[in-house]
């Protein structure tokens, strides 16, 4: 069992935080935040293997961890993630067109009951058999009632596509989407960066949530990205990489991020770590990008003396124990479900 808290700074007494590291061309200074950053992922991912075994709480003798809510280290190990794989992309029609619709539908709202309902109300997502006045019935059924159509995980801003209502316009969005040939083109890109420029190229989306959506469809077996080709930092990431390099970091933060990658078995060993990862899978550029979200929460009450970017100073989000079983189930290409 990982524990944060203790030790957080040294070793058998010994000052771990290298004095600087070199990336891009740049001298880094890291922070304190910098060892916390792999001492959290090392912790957190110890939690997730815990809860995945069926062991009792507690899971970590860290009261930060232990008593406020946070992802996992790996982002398709996350609820929501795992009800996109197993319960959006693996089923139904495996027919790209409805795969890619399927895959948007469910990121846009990212709530798991607006999924359930629809398919309740409406039988089986397809493009082929959507219509918008009966989509728009039944979300606005729910809106009515004054239910939540949307998760607050991260917002994806309502396009002006002239209708009055967010998750109308929503809809419009992807029918756009699906009447311009982004399926095609985001299928027929020779890299990661071409698909995520596809979905840039629409109305509301921005960099940071089109490199999302471009991470959500390539858990599809339609597209054969490796994690490790791309990544655009969101604000979180730059709040963490922040705390942990200083403002010399600003501008490079995928540069960060990628240095984080490629240097994580250095660290956890420097540290006496011990991270096998997902099934042997190392941290990929979309983790490391995470992480950094993460730790950047968590500073906030281990280091707040150690500003960010945002000026937040506490952790909103209070861990609840679900009842529901940990699921754990990966794109099949990835080779982890034996």
């Known amino acids: 069992m990982v524990t944060l808290l203790q030790d957080r700074q040294t070793i058998d007494g010994r000052d771990t935080v290298p004095e ?32 995945l075994e069926g062991r009792a709480r507690p899971w970590t003798h860290d009261p930060i961890l232990a008593g406020h809510r946070f992802t996992n280290c790996y982002r398709a190990a996350d609820r929501v993630s795992q009800v996109l794989i197993t319960d959006v992309i693996y089923q139904g029609s495996q027919d790209w067109e409805d795969v ?25 997502v397809r493009w082929g058999s959507y219509a918008f006045d009966a989509y728009d019935r039944v979300l606005s059924a729910v809106f009515a009632r004054g239910e939540r159509l949307y998760s607050a995980a991260y917002i994806v801003p309502p396009p002006q596509l002239g209708e ?133 929460k968590y500073a906030r009450v281990a280091h707040p003396d150690i500003a960010g970017i945002s000026g937040r100073s506490r952790i909103k989000q209070v861990y609840r124990q679900d009842a529901a079983p940990v699921r754990a189930w990966f794109p099949p290409k990835w080779g982890l479900n034996a």
């Open 100 to 124: 890619f619709f399927r895959t948007l539908l469910f990121k846009v709202f990212n709530k798991e009951s607006t999924w359930r309902l629809l398919n309740r109300e409406l039988g089986e």
């Open 164 to 296: 009055s209502r967010k998750h109308r316009n929503h809809l419009r969005l992807l029918e756009r989407m699906m009447t311009t040939g982004a399926p095609e083109r985001v299928a027929g890109a020779s890299t990661m960066r071409e698909a995520y420029e596809v979905l840039l190229g629409y109305p509301a989306l921005g960099p940071f949530l089109a490199y999302q959506f471009t991470i959500d469809l390539n858990y599809a077996p339609q597209l054969t990205f490796s994690e490790m080709d791309f990544v655009v930092p969101g604000p979180g990431a730059r709040d963490g990489i922040r705390k942990c390099f200083g403002p010399a970091a600003d501008g490079i933060e995928a540069e960060v991020i990628r240095y984080m990658a490629a240097s994580q078995d250095e660290h956890f060993a420097r540290l006496g770590l011990s991270f096998t990862g997902l099934g042997g899978r190392p941290l990929q550029l979309i983790d490391c990008q995470n992480l950094f979200c993460e730790v950047d």
């Open 20 to 51: 600087m590291l070199r990336v891009a061309g740049r001298e880094l200074r890291p922070t304190p935040v910098f060892d916390t950053y792999w001492r959290f992922a090392a912790a957190r991912q110890a939690v997730y293997e815990a809860r």
